[in-house]
């Protein structure tokens, strides 16, 4: 399954930008079904969970981006969003959306290609 992540883009410390990942037409009829997630990798750092939706709607974020980035799915659109504001330098790497599930934790399963986020200071 290859999901497609767009959005992402050079900004500065303090800004917003919204991330969008369509599902491809293979699951559309089931998307809905899915458990949906964001991760990301900054250079020379492992991937890591930014924040994750199940099909019901619950969300997870990572620590690191509490109260800053909202992960929202709209089902009749297929698509996942990732709305990320008073972004940080720190904040810099390539995000990824994928599909998973939620066992104790939410784990991905495909993955699709990422769009590159660049916050500088």
């Known amino acids: 399954v290859q999901l497609q992540a767009s959005g992402g883009g050079l900004v500065q410390a303090g800004e917003s930008l919204r991330l969008s990942c369509v599902a491809p037409r293979s699951i559309f009829s089931t998307f809905r079904s899915y458990d949906m997630g964001w991760y990301r990798q900054a250079p020379g750092k492992q991937r890591e969970m930014v924040a994750a939706?199940?099909?019901?709607?619950?969300?997870v974020n990572a620590d690191s981006v509490k109260g800053r980035f909202t992960i929202s799915r709209d089902n009749g659109k297929k698509k996942v969003y990732l709305q990320m504001n008073g972004l940080k330098p720190e904040d810099t790497a390539v995000y990824y959306c994928?599909?998973?599930?939620?066992?104790?934790?939410?784990?991905?399963?495909?993955w699709g290609q990422g769009t590159l986020v660049t916050v500088s200071s």
């Open positions: 994928n599909r998973g599930y939620f066992g104790t934790d939410y784990s991905p399963v495909d």
């Open positions: 939706i199940s099909s019901g709607g619950r969300t």
